[in-house]
């Protein structure tokens, strides 16, 4: 009997290795198309030489573009379809919401309002990064969401935590239209057109302007996250039956949820901060991985992570090819795609 | 596990749920917690269950308080099947049973031999071994019960509650879960709405109106003029041969 309960769990240990290999290829696939197609093995050969200077022959331009573009560009869009795909894994398990996810509950928009009131309208005078107005813009908007969301259910307890969960949802949707309002006010206020042209393209998730200088961050954020949502993959569990199942299987409830969400929220505003508010991929992803690996964690938020990560980085060699001579914003890409599988989500929800 | 309970009172915005309850409940007890809808039972399992604060009183188990036990070693030693619990996740029934390990599992303490031959034996248990690979939401609401207790057994309790563990059980299996809760050793408390079930219990406490109204053996207490006062029916008792109450309800009055 215990040999069934073991099996499932070590063979998805052992496909675990996969992980970094699948990972690997997306990023050098990633990095060997673009605007010019540049051939898989002088790619190779450009990490070669940089790595650990091996002295292939390669030409200049073709290993500055994959060298300072497209090898940081796809290591950020990696990190991020990571990131945000964690992201919807923690929120939909805590909040017992199958459509939670950064970008619908106003995160993404508030990270957007502060990164644009920091370079637009120049609060901060200089002295704060857009980095800091994206990640202070998405912890307000969460505390603000939050409070509005405790407002509407008079805080979360009993049998009706079900329907805290409910309010923040809409709570959400409030938000992300303030913020969304903010955004635009700002920009039409103090944006020259040229101005306003470059911050819509950024909104809608933009990573030409990535480079090395940009990745740590990243790595941070979306390594980190995996390590504690992996630390905290059985509380994660625990909330199936809900917050009040949760602290019977002890649970201390509100620790979990304010330190996850916390770190959720610090995530998205770095992520947001480097390449603007990608929207969906913290929905479809964790959604189609429960199909494939079931709902525990500890399968779910590496299976999800992965997945993540080799979306953004398909969708961002997508956005730069579909259509000839002209980049995409990568939100489009991902909306395209994340849209019907929200539909998909809400009729199937709607049916069970 | 031994259970105190001192002028224990409840409100959710002003409004009392219960007022005033004082209850000791014995290691190794079978209590049942009967009342009409709306009486406060599960407002005070979810007190006994550490999971409500009270607005004054204190509940003792084996003379610590519930509230300031830590969460983990609490799980350990109380299990609470609460009256509704659902999930929309796609989850197995030994998926589910197994979250009742949690409290034994640390972030680096994995699953071990112990933890599944608990999750067997609760299973085995509810009579649901045979289901252990069907999904959550393929489940009856009979199953998905038998379930939750399961869940709770694996907890390996000290202490087991059950708010209305029968309501969506057909009658054999109302019957069978009757016999499996009464032949466990460790302490028990059911809140229960077949009053003829209830005087199978040790001692039975009656609620109305978020007061506990009296506590005693269901043949001291299960008498025509409390089933009139509290619950509004008319009814007739017997007493078999074996001892056993038995309640026979005629209409509403
Ligand atoms: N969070 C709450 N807010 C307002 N009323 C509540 C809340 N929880 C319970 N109640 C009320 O308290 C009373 C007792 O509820 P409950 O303990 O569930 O009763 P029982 O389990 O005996 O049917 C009911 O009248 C119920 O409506
Ligand atoms: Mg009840």
Known sequence: MTMVAATPRLAARRRLWFAPVLLGVAILVGTAIGETRLPLMTVLQTLANKLWGAGYPVDRIDAGIIWSYRLPRAIVAACCGAGLALTGVVLQALLRNPLADPYLMGLSAGASTGAVLVTIAGVGGGAVSMSFGALGGALLAFACVILLAHAVSGGAGGGRANQAAAAIILAGIAGSQLFNALTAFTIARSANAEQARGIMFWLMGNLSGIRWEDVGACIFVSIGGVALCLWHRRGLDAFTFGADGAAALGINVQALRGSLITATAIMVGVLVSKVGAIGFVGLVVPHAMRFLVGTRHDRLVPASALAGAVFLVAADVISRIIVPGQVLPIGVVTALVGAPAFALILVRGARR | ?253
């Not at chain 2, 917690?33 to 607005?55: E, H, I």
């Not at chain 2, 029934?93 to 972030?107: C, D, F, K, M, N």
């Not at chain 2, 003029?225 to 026979?248: C, P, W």
């Open chain 2, 1 to 253: 596990m031994r259970i105190e309970v001192h002028a224990l009172s409840a409100k959710v915005h002003r409004v009392p749920l219960l007022q005033g309850i004082s209850l000791h409940i014995e290691r190794g007890e079978l209590f049942g917690l009967v009342g009409p809808n709306g009486s406060g039972k599960s407002t005070l399992m979810r007190c006994l269950a550490g999971l409500r604060r009270p607005s004054a009183g204190r509940v003792l188990a084996e003379g610590t308080e519930v509230r300031k036990m830590p969460a983990r070693d609490r799980a350990r030693r109380i299990a609470f099947v609460e009256q509704q619990a659902d999930t929309t996740d796609r989850l197995t029934v030994r998926e589910a049973v197994e979250l009742g390990r949690t409290p034994y599992l640390s972030p680096l303490r994995g699953w071990s031999e112990e933890d599944a031959a608990a999750v067997e034996a609760a299973l085995s248990a509810v009579e649901m071994t045979a289901f252990a690979e069907r999904l959550w939401h393929t489940l009856s609401g009979g199953e998905r019960q038998r379930v939750h207790i399961a869940r709770a057994l694996a907890q390996d309790p000290e202490l087991l509650m059950l708010d209305e563990p029968s309501n969506h059980l057909d009658i054999r299996h109302q019957l069978s879960l009757m016999a499996l809760i009464r032949d466990l050793p460790i302490t028990r408390v059911v809140a229960l709405h077949d009053l003829n079930q209830a005087a199978a219990c040790d001692r039975i406490g009656v609620m109305q109106g978020g007061r506990l109204v009296v506590v005693g053996t269901p043949a001291d207490i299960l008498d025509e003029a409390l089933l009139a006062e509290v619950f509004g029916v008319a009814a007739t008792r017997s007493v078999s041969e074996g001892g056993a109450t038995h309640l026979h309800f005629s209409h509403a009055l």
